[in-house]
């Protein structure tokens, strides 16, 4: 999707979303009961295309579950505070707890499972939802 650059902002009842990316992703969030976030770490927060997609919605987050899994050199700890602050403007309930991956511990740096650990951080989220 293209960066959000819309004059009018989501939360305006006058907001129509007009890219199909937009929209698709709109319909999937609509849809849920809970939505489960598979965030890297980037220089200690939130990647710029995730954050840009998050930002595309307002009303599709009212009401949903947000539950989170990490991965970085620290477990993605940093990017999951930074979205904690994006999606308690956005009138979201939080599950707890929050998984946590990290390189050369959990996985390697291509994703793959090194370690018993990574199963229990991922089943810890699952079983919560």
């Known amino acids: 999707m293209p960066f959000f650059?819309?004059?009018?902002?989501?939360?305006?009842?006058?907001?129509e979303i007009t890219h199909p990316g937009a929209k698709r992703l709109s319909q999937l969030v609509s849809e849920a009961d809970t939505v489960l976030i598979l965030s890297p770490?980037?220089?200690?927060?939130?990647p710029a295309a995730l954050k840009n997609a998050i930002d595309w919605l307002y009303k599709e987050w009212q009401g949903k579950k947000i539950a989170f899994i990490g991965y970085g050199w620290?477990?993605?700890?940093?990017?999951?505070n930074h979205l904690?602050?994006?999606?308690?403007?956005?009138?979201?309930?939080?599950?707890?707890?929050?998984?946590?991956?990290?390189?050369?511990?959990?996985?390697e740096l291509d994703g793959s499972i090194i370690s018993d650990n990574a199963i229990a951080e991922i089943t810890k989220v699952l079983s919560v939802l």
Request: glycine share 10%; aromatic share 8%; hydrophobic share 30%.
């Open 5 to 15: 650059d819309s004059e009018i902002i989501p939360s305006d009842e006058r907001y």
């Open 74 to 80: 620290v477990g993605g700890a940093r990017s999951i």
């Open 41 to 46: 770490e980037y220089n200690h927060s939130v």
């Open 84 to 107: 904690h602050g994006v999606f308690e403007n956005l009138g979201v309930e939080l599950i707890e707890p929050e998984g946590n991956l990290r390189f050369k511990k959990e996985i």
